[in-house]
């Protein structure tokens, strides 16, 4: 799987962003989908997960309330809507494939990671 990350950018805080990530290259459903992110300093740490069939949500606790995670099989894209920003939420944004749920949870052994995107929030 191939997986194009977009739509970063630079917010004040209390704005919003959504980002996509486009899917190729294999069949979209077989894949649990997921974000990571990561901050200068610090280790990547998951955000948000979704399952197959886009019935079961995950979250971090830092982000629970204030983002929205989604999938559409038709355009092989999964979403990630950030609101509410916080300067603590800046980080490159990373999407992320796995058949196994448990993995992207976990964030280790994923079988696919995109490039990232920057969010960069200003107080």
């Known amino acids: 799987v191939q997986l194009q990350a977009s739509g970063g950018g630079q917010v004040q805080a209390g704005g919003s962003l959504r980002l996509s990530c486009a899917a190729s290259?294999?069949?979209?459903?077989?894949?649990?989908m997921g974000w990571f992110r990561q901050a200068p300093g610090k280790e990547r740490e998951f955000v948000s997960a979704?399952?197959?069939?886009?019935?079961?949500?995950y979250y971090a606790d830092s982000v629970k309330g204030r983002f929205s995670i989604s999938r559409d099989s038709a355009k092989n894209t999964v979403y990630l809507q950030l609101n509410s920003l916080i300067p603590e939420d800046t980080a490159v944004y990373y999407c992320?494939?796995?058949?196994?749920?448990?993995?992207?949870?976990?964030?280790?052994?994923?079988?696919?990671w995109g490039q990232g995107t920057q969010v960069t929030v200003s107080s």
């Open positions: 992320v494939a796995d058949r196994r749920l448990s993995t992207v949870l976990g964030g280790r052994g994923l079988d696919y």
């Open positions: 290259g294999r069949t979209f459903s077989d894949y649990n």
């Open positions: 979704i399952t197959r069939g886009g019935a079961g949500t």
